[in-house]
């Protein structure tokens, strides 16, 4: 397949169509087709940014799913020094607002991508 920067929906279904195909004869990564497959992505994956952008997570919704993660309950953000009981439970219930603080802690400790609090 010859390839090129994608321009339109079309196209875009056709490199999506051949890179499966390719997968479903299982090429081998390391050969030339194997390298077209690699390029093909980059260029689905750049349309898809461009044309299908994926909105990031809400801040809180992102703490309580990694608190979930780590079988963290309030009260171990509590011992952590996340703040009280009854502020972490605001926090967490959208009571009171998140701080710089408390996001730069959160991005750091829990490892919640930054761009989630600067969103």
Do not use: C
Request: charged share 30%.
């Amino acid at each position: 397949m010859k390839l090129a920067p994608i321009k339109s929906d079309k196209q875009y279904e056709r490199y999506l169509e051949w890179v499966d195909q390719q997968f479903d004869q299982g090429i081998k990564p390391e050969s030339e087709v194997g390298d077209q497959v690699q390029i093909a992505l980059l260029l689905i994956k750049q349309w898809e940014d461009i044309h299908y952008p994926i909105a990031l997570a809400d801040p809180i919704d992102a703490i309580k799913l990694r608190m979930k993660e780590l079988g963290l309950r309030n009260k171990d953000l509590v011992i952590r020094d996340y703040g009280s009981k009854g502020h972490v439970s605001m926090l967490l219930n959208r009571k009171k607002s998140l701080t710089i603080e408390l996001a730069r802690r959160f991005h750091k400790e829990l490892k919640i991508p930054a761009e989630v609090f600067l969103g």
